[in-house]
């Protein structure tokens, strides 16, 4: 079965500045890559996911990710934050079980 | 078009009492799912459905039960509530089981004291 490892449970980072929330997960032939956002008391929205082809995938709002196959990690990036980013973020994979295996997330709150 | 609602919102049990969540879905989605979420613990899978009369286990099953009668329709109970299930349950829809993004409703805050 997947797992997925979040390393950072929180992450404070000043308006404006980047930051990189990270995501490993485990080893799979095939494995299919996702970030979720939850902003305060509601249910998850999708940010971002990697199927297949291009290593680099980017969201509509400025995040962006990297699947690293060598390494198996899938961390998010952005490079200038707003107070709005401000929320829960969790990776998420999907191998040959063909279930969704969510990390403990991680918490970004962004400060004035 | 709604997507993916829950009903209750809020809901507090006492040790033993039962309750049913409904999850009701208008995206002729196949697939639904029932996570729990914990803190520091992420989402985990209660149970999920592959389509309508189809159930199956997910990673947390033990204490749950759930029902497809209908499409767009999952209902999960809780036949004899113990404290343990104190918890946030979000309900999801997809079209496809691993690809696909899913969606999610805005979840139901249970209690059980």
């Known amino acids: 079965a997947q797992s997925v490892t979040q390393l950072d449970s929180q992450v404070p980072v000043f308006e404006e500045a980047p930051v990189e929330l990270r995501c490993n997960y485990s080893s799979s032939v095939s494995v299919y890559l996702f970030w979720y956002v939850q902003y305060p008391n509601q249910g998850l929205q999708l940010l971002l996911k990697y199927l297949s082809g291009s290593t680099l995938v980017e969201s509509i709002n400025g995040f962006e990710a990297e699947f690293n196959k060598s390494q198996t990690s899938f961390h998010l990036r952005k490079p200038s934050v707003h107070?709005?980013?401000?929320a829960e973020y969790f990776c998420a994979a999907s191998g040959s079980a063909r279930q969704l295996t969510f990390g403990s997330g991680?918490?970004?709150?962004v400060l004035p | 078009n709604a997507g993916v609602t829950q009903t209750p919102k809020f809901r507090v049990l006492k040790t033993g009492q039962s309750m049913t969540l409904l999850c009701a879905q208008d995206m002729n989605h196949e697939y639904m799912y029932w996570y729990r979420q914990d803190p520091g613990m992420g989402l985990r899978l209660i149970h999920y459905s592959v389509g309508e009369g189809t159930t199956?286990?997910?990673e947390v099953p033990d204490g749950y039960n759930v029902s497809r009668l209908k499409k767009q329709n999952f209902l999960l109970g809780l036949e004899s509530a113990a404290p343990s299930q104190t918890s946030v349950y979000f309900c999801a829809?997809?079209?496809v089981l691993s690809?696909?993004?899913?969606?999610?409703g805005p979840g139901t805050r249970l209690t059980v004291l």
């Open chain 1, 83 to 86: 107070i709005s980013d401000t």
């Open chain 2, 93 to 95: 829809s997809s079209y």
């Open chain 2, 99 to 104: 690809t696909d993004t899913q969606y999610f």
């Open chain 1, 106 to 109: 991680t918490q970004l709150t």
């Open chain 2, 56 to 58: 199956a286990k997910g």
